[in-house]
């Protein structure tokens, strides 16, 4: 006999996709309080939570730009798009998370 070969299933799919939607919904609402914190009270804005509010936002547009490509890239399933999409993304978030930090530095 021989072994069935499953069909290759592209799009979304619940078991693998659900988790990291809810977890990217999750980061978003934590990482929006936090930001809504740091802007409503005045003793909250300190150099330290200067930091902190600025990785809240990035991590939120990570979320934001990141989970769509995931989706995207689990729907598609090409290599290089993938790749590609991956390569630019980390690229812009490592870029931009130099130049907050730098810019931070220098305000100490």
Do not use: H
Request: with cysteine; net charge positive.
């Amino acid at each position: 006999m021989t072994a069935k070969k499953r069909p290759e299933v592209s799009g979304f799919r619940p078991e693998y996709d659900t988790f990291p939607l809810v977890l990217a919904i999750l980061i978003v609402v934590l990482n929006s309080f936090v930001l809504y914190l740091a802007v409503r009270m005045r003793y909250l804005r300190t150099v330290t939570n200067f930091i902190l509010g600025s990785l809240a936002f990035l991590e939120v547009l990570n979320i934001v730009l990141g989970t769509p490509l995931y989706l995207a890239c689990s729907a598609i399933r090409n290599t290089v798009t993938c790749g590609t999409l991956l390569f630019f993304i980390r690229t812009f978030f490592i870029r931009t998370s130099r130049l907050r930090l730098a810019k931070i530095l220098r305000t100490c």
